[in-house]
């Protein structure tokens, strides 16, 4: 089977900034002067960008699902999303709290974080070089059905879009609306068709068709 979660694709106006920015500069300057220091080793800076590259969007791919599956889970983890990703054995590796919105035939969720890349790595991954780009931070808020067909996400007009802004304090995950033709599929096959996107918000999860299709390519 193809890896859904990995996939980097090539969006229109929401490319990756083709130079760092001032924030990503600055950084980048405090961890140099922060080894020159001797605070901390750069080996000890070599792990933990390696444990935080190591993060998949799988964590969240299966709270997603167990959502689909258990509605009491559900109902916890949409009124105390942190506590619910606990019982599940994940843990938050930021401070922030963690909020779960939900999409339904009538509400469809992006988030976007407008100052720099907040997002829930802990059941994420490192956020998509897309998602922290200033085009994206931009025009997820003044055009967003623009920037979801671009991801292929073409939503009616009777679907209200609602942009949800992350903060340093508050990260966002989204629980995408199960899939028609879904029932009957365990946990596991469900979590396979949460994407990282769909997490997102600017794709909807995929169809169980497209998973039997990419993994009849695989063989």
Same mark, same amino acid.
């Given at each position: ?11 229109p106006g929401v ?8 924030? !990503?500069?600055?950084?980048? =300057?405090?961890? /140099? &002067? ?6 901390? @080793?750069?080996?000890? %800076?070599? $792990? ?30 949409? !009124?105390?999303?942190?506590? =619910?990703?606990? /019982? &599940? ?6 401070? @922030?709290?963690?909020? %779960?919105? $939900? ?13 720099c890349s907040c ?72 979590a396979a068709l ?26």
């Open positions: 089977m193809t890896d859904n979660h990995d996939h980097e694709s090539e969006h490319q990756p900034d083709s130079e760092l920015s001032r924030r !990503a500069r600055r950084a980048i =300057a405090m961890r /140099e &002067l922060l080894v020159q220091k001797g605070v901390v @080793a750069a080996e000890e %800076v070599r $792990e933990q960008i390696e444990r935080t590259r190591a993060r998949t969007p799988a964590h969240g791919s299966r709270v997603v699902a167990r959502a689909w599956v258990d509605p009491d889970f559900k109902a916890r983890l949409l !009124a105390d999303a942190r506590a =619910a990703v606990y /019982e &599940l054995g994940y843990t938050l590796t930021h401070d @922030a709290e963690l909020a %779960v919105v $939900e999409n339904t035939d009538e509400v469809h969720h992006v988030i976007v974080c407008t100052l997002y829930p790595t802990s059941l994420l991954g490192p956020p998509p070089d897309w998602y922290k780009s200033f085009a994206y931070r931009k025009r997820a808020v003044v055009e967003p059905r623009a920037v979801m067909r671009e991801f292929g996400l073409d939503l009616g007009d009777h679907v209200q879009v609602r942009v949800i802004d992350s903060a340093a304090d508050l990260r966002y995950l989204v629980l995408p609306r199960r899939p028609v033709g879904s029932d009957g599929m365990s946990e596991g096959e469900l949460v994407t990282r996107d769909s997490m997102i918000g600017v794709t909807s999860a995929l169809e169980p068709s497209q998973t039997r299709v990419a993994a009849s390519g695989t063989r």
